[in-house]
């Protein structure tokens, strides 16, 4: 039996994108992704006490041809039907792949395809063997495919064909083969999502009656609605309010989660950070553990790109710490001093997924450089505008010559963790590379991510890659996220995995 409605307060300024493939970064699949749709592959967000692995999500089986690793074979589940009730078979997936990859395509869609193309760089060809049974090719050997798979959503092709083969009609009625059905939404101000009573995975069919999604960009606005009543849930409490919430018995959740809060650099010609030094010293000069206390300790200073504690962290040679004395010796050496100041230019947004207390923690960075003669001026737009910025790349004039981006990172699997942001191949607008970095031995490590088919020695291999991240200062590499989230204390049967997205089944809500 059902119980209850759940409304959560976003850190998205409006409803991420309903027709399949969501925008507003992580967020929006969290939201809108893995509830009203289902991936080939999804995650295990069912336990909090170890990193979230892959498991069967539409497809109960895959594996690449021991004799050519280009060739992979998805076995799709038996009788699974999207919301409108048509089933869920290979022609689907093909479609749904063409939707994203194909501009040919009949239902070929930009504003999707710009949220999933580059996600699945790996696929070559696709096709359906028959109904249960789909081929992807890859260009070259990639043990990384399932993980790119993972975020693939798959939406309804007989209910776009029903609305007129048209998107905009489909945003306001999808039809996914998620646990939940979107009801209704308003753009930027709320989405209804009910639960779907025929989901093919019992244990994750929704308890709850309703849950409502409203967009609620700024932090202390958010608080203030959770405090009033208004919602009963909120991403991202502004660390100010939490000892009042706790002391008016709302819960404080979080977890470790494999996100990291960074300025990805430019490398393009002329760009200041070309020079280690100065890339060293900006990790020199902040002091992780006085910003944790910006943050009412709700984070994980960061040693690194990944956690300490990850699998993949290795034994880097640079210690990324708080020596200022250091930092000012490095910038020295670079040819700069108090009387010779480096002015650098970052893009920044004032909110948006993952993107944690983004003003007040730039302005910290902003304040912390400056004590290292380097001077920041920060250009800064609304969080879908960043995205658009984050694909076009430094070297687009739509960045106005901003030589960092403050831009937070899923580094949950080997392909979105590492090997999108600094690939040769990737470099935007091709893909996610933002900053134009391209390396020899870096490129090395990364073909060799993708052709070490065994988990255990491709962890070794990201071991060496990360060495080579920290040791090379390739990000200003400033916190890791906990995902901290405020709650009614009705709210019951929440787990948080240690992953970006969430099990909303599970939840009841107390009378």
Not at 12 to 41: C, M, S
Not at 93 to 103: A, F, P, R, S
Request: glycine share 8%; aromatic share 10%; charged share 20%.
């Amino acid at each position: 039996m059902a119980q209850g409605t759940l409304r959560i307060g976003m850190t998205a300024a409006d409803i991420p994108l309903t027709t399949g493939q969501p925008d507003q970064g992580g967020e929006g699949l969290r939201f809108i992704g893995y509830t009203v749709y289902d991936a080939l592959i999804n995650w295990d967000l069912t336990q909090g006490d170890g990193p979230s692995g892959l498991v069967p999500g539409l497809a109960t089986a895959w594996e690449a041809d021991e004799a050519d690793r280009t060739r992979w074979t998805f076995t799709l589940r038996e009788g699974v039907t999207f919301h409108d009730g048509s089933p869920f078979n290979a022609e689907n997936v093909v479609w749904n792949l063409d939707k994203l990859l194909d501009e040919g395509a009949e239902q070929y869609d930009p504003r999707q395809s710009a949220q999933g193309k580059s996600r699945i760089p790996a696929i070559a060809s696709y096709r359906a063997v028959d109904d249960l049974t789909v081929e992807i090719i890859t260009h070259e050997p990639d043990a990384t495919l399932p993980y790119q798979l993972a975020w693939v959503m798959m939406s309804s092709k007989a209910n776009w064909e029903a609305l007129g083969k048209d998107w905009e009609q489909v945003a306001a009625k999808p039809s996914g083969t998620g646990p939940w059905m979107m009801e209704s939404f308003v753009p930027r101000e709320r989405a209804e999502l009910v639960p779907f009573a025929d989901y093919w995975d019992e244990t994750r069919i929704p308890k709850l009656d309703r849950l409502v999604l409203i967009p609620l960009p700024e932090s202390n606005a958010r608080s203030a609605a959770l405090m009033s009543g208004q919602v009963d849930w909120i991403e991202a409490p502004a660390p100010d309010t939490i000892p009042a919430m706790q002391g008016n018995g709302f819960a404080i959740t979080q977890n470790a989660l494999p996100h990291n809060w960074t300025w990805h650099l430019s490398r393009v010609e002329g760009s200041p950070w070309n020079d280690i030094r100065v890339r060293k010293a900006a990790n020199l000069a902040i002091d992780r553990e006085a910003m944790g206390a910006l943050l009412g300790g709700l984070m994980i200073p960061a040693k690194g790109f990944v956690p300490p504690g990850s699998q993949w962290f290795g034994e880097p040679d640079f210690d990324v710490t708080y020596d200022l004395e250091a930092a000012q010796a490095l910038m020295t050496e670079a040819g700069f001093g108090p009387d010779n100041r480096l002015k650098v230019k970052a893009l920044i947004s004032p909110s948006g997924s993952g993107q944690m207390l983004p003003l007040p923690m730039n302005e910290y960075i902003q304040q912390s450089l400056a004590q290292a003669w380097i001077d920041v001026e920060f250009m800064v737009v609304e969080w879908n505008q960043m995205i658009n910025l984050w694909r076009a790349g430094a070297a687009d004039p739509s960045v106005e010559g901003s030589q960092s981006i403050n831009f937070t990172y899923f580094i949950q699997d080997p392909f979105t963790g590492f090997i999108r942001h600094l690939d040769c191949d990737l470099v935007a607008p091709n893909g996610t590379n933002w900053g134009h970095y391209c390396d020899e031995d870096m490129q090395a490590l990364f073909e060799e991510i993708k052709t070490t088919f065994d988990p255990a020695e491709q962890d070794a291999v990201l071991r060496r890659t990360h060495g080579k991240f920290v040791d090379d200062a390739l990000f200003l590499m400033v916190t890791h996220d906990v995902a901290p989230r405020a709650m009614s204390p009705k709210v019951q049967g929440f787990v948080q995995p240690q992953n970006w997205y969430l099990n909303f089944s599970s939840i009841t809500m107390a009378e």
